[in-house]
């Protein structure tokens, strides 16, 4: 296996764990008396502790974000960007990426046991805010000895947690990086939130979200909300590009009653199977959730540009064209709202037929204007990549 | 009641039901021995028996298209485009709607009895393509005298039943009128129509689609096959305008940890439990696949060109530009192989924020268009409106 990883890969890595034993008060007004997080490395923090970059993962991510698991053959999920001579430099930054609370990767999180009632949180885990998001990352800062982030970086539901922390902390975050993101959700994007949510909760295995306690999972309701969410990180043209109306089985000849099957039925359908198997039905409902109830400005009068006044960072904000789930419209709101507050902002809009997964997947101008950002950031902080390498 | 029916209104209408005992062999290969349709009326059939419009409904549609039924204070699904002086003007017009074979609004489908079996059809009704609707409508022509319509009209899945007796039956038809249409869906169109598929069969209670001999209903599964298609059916910038981010109780103080409900939310939840206690879940799978199934030129070597080269009716094509379920760009296809295949084709992309809905919805210059569309038909055919009406 070891010999199969590239070159530019961060490698085998390993998560680690962080306890928490200080009560962190929620946004909701309650409090998590103690909590773990789950993170991972890559790369090394120099010892002005200036080198610090925060990885912050979207609805259904956690802190596998580069490098390999022993004995996995797949890279994490951002393997693409985070590495030797990535974007995300592992040369010359020393990345944390972690599994946010609420989650489902290992840190506390509705499937950990509460223990109030030593049974598991399940639909009693308290209801979560980006903002304690951020509360528990400063703490996670703080254990490893990083008082200012070089950057923060994040897509969609991270991207969110990135300008919440320009906000929070502002003297904490250097850069901030935000892709494929928004100021808040729009109306059709939080009904596909509900319609998911719908789904997961009408499945009778659902239990009310006490599914654990009765040994089953909502496999079918995970699925179908799975299938609704992939098709909206889709774009139309890049579904039509990827299957068009090429069949899995069947034909359409006349005297023919044998169910038709198009291939995009069955990718869809396997999508869902998977996620469903792998992915905890009561954090779907809550990181959609916090996704919804995300609205950068609300405490600011509803005014973004209020809002990132109080921002100390630069900024960069990436869209897609073919994103419309987050479309460019909505990072110009973010990149439009910088400027009016006077803040050093860069904005791309990608070319992509990808829809929001583009910023997930390869794409030269992407990588192109992330790296720029990078290394204009390194060179700010005076970071210096800590090996002789020419792609540095 | 009577008196509340407005002046433009068709007025009282009672459904009327035609039996037919002729076995109709449908594309499957399989053959209906005997079928009902159930069908409404408007307007006065002329002697010459010219002045006919065929109705074609949508996926959820069925034949109440106009006027009210004795005791609603709800007109049909089309009510604002059929009746006197409006675009199906029926001072000129005799326009008939039935409710399509498969359909749960009365005509046989799965809810009708097997005779072979005396037990309802449920699942084991034959799979539907549009040409087998084509085909018993026109044999609802024959019963009804007509040999050639004025028009066929329809929106949708409707559009495509028109296209197609425009191919089939091509002296049968002067007129032909394709609103919000494709050639063929997309892989994103199709895509949205297995998750809801997928939501209602996965549901405990569909019971492979003999939930009747259970005496239920998959009611969740309809639910959230419903709201899927709601928010598919509006435009992104409609929904934003109707709901933005209004909540519908609770709130995001800190120190609240309520639920908070916007009103998008409880708005589809509405629409879904609505749906679900009225339409039948077989209809809504045989519907959606005959939909994911259609393509117009498949029999014609896949060229719309050659395919529309068989038509000899005129052709008005509509589409709506914030319709991204049936986009503009495929309403083009429509209109550019009708225009390669030299047919006389108008084309209209009307401006709304309504998404797919549009369709039925008022909309000046829509009506504008269809209006001189259908007085132009009329004068070609020398149908003339049966009373004095200024605004005929």
């Known amino acids: 296996m070891a010999s199969a990883i590239p070159a530019d890969s961060v490698g085998i890595v390993t998560p680690q764990q962080a306890e928490f034993e200080q009560g962190l008060v929620l946004a909701c ?11 991972e490395t890559y790369g090394q923090l120099n010892p002005q502790a200036n080198n610090a970059i925060l990885i912050c993962h979207a609805l259904s991510g956690d802190h596998h974000a580069a490098g390999f698991h022993a004995g996995d053959d797949k890279p994490g999920w951002w393997d693409g960007y985070i590495g030797p001579g990535k974007p995300i430099d592992t040369d010359k930054f020393f990345v944390v990426s972690l599994n946010n609370i609420g989650g489902c990767g290992g840190s506390t999180g509705p499937t950990s046991i509460n223990p109030e009632t ?6 009693d885990f308290p209801s979560l805010r980006v903002r304690d998001w951020v509360h528990s990352q400063a703490r996670l800062a703080d254990l490893l000895g990083i008082q200012t982030w070089a950057a923060i970086i994040g897509g969609s539901l991270g991207g969110m947690q990135a300008m919440r922390w320009a906000l929070e902390y502002p003297d904490r975050v250097a850069n901030c990086v935000v892709i494929a993101s928004a100021l808040k959700l729009t109306a059709q994007n ?35 909300a799975r299938m609704i969410g992939h098709i909206t990180y889709l774009s139309g043209d890049g579904m ?18 044998e169910p038709v099957e198009f291939q995009i039925q069955s990718y ?15 954090t779907y409902m809550l990181m959609t959730r916090a996704l919804d109830y995300f609205d950068l400005a609300r405490e600011y009068d509803h ?16 869209s897609f064209d073919s994103d419309w789930r987050f479309a460019p419209a909505r990072s110009k709101e973010i990149a439009d709202a910088l400027m009016a507050a006077n ?5 791309a809009e990608i070319e992509s037929s990808a829809g929001h997964d583009a910023f997930l997947l390869p794409n030269a101008r992407y990588e192109n204007v992330f790296h720029a950002f990078m290394k204009k950031a390194a060179n700010e902080l005076n970071i210096t990549a800590d090996r002789n390498d020419d792609n540095a």
Chains 1, 2 share one sequence.
Not at 29 to 39: A, F, I
Not at 240 to 257: A, H, I, P, V
Not at 303 to 318: E, G, Q, R
């Open 29 to 39: 007004g309650r409090t998590l008396e103690r909590y773990t997080l789950v993170y």
């Open 118 to 123: 030593a049974q598991a949180w399940g639909p």
């Open 190 to 224: 939080i009904a596909f939130n509900e319609t998911a949510r719908q789904a997961i909760s009408s499945d009778p295995e659902f239990r009310a979200g006490h599914y654990q306690e009765h040994d089953t999972i909502p496999r079918s309701g995970l699925s179908v």
């Open 240 to 257: 039509g590009e990827k299957f068009g109306r090429q069949l899995r089985s069947g034909n359409f000849t006349q005297g023919n009653d």
């Open 268 to 282: 869809l359908r396997y999508q869902g199977e998977r996620f469903s198997t792998s992915f905890d039905a009561n």
């Open 303 to 318: 005014d973004p540009v209020k809002a990132f006044s109080h921002a100390k960072c630069n900024f960069l904000v990436v």
């Open 343 to 347: 803040k050093s902002v860069s904005y």
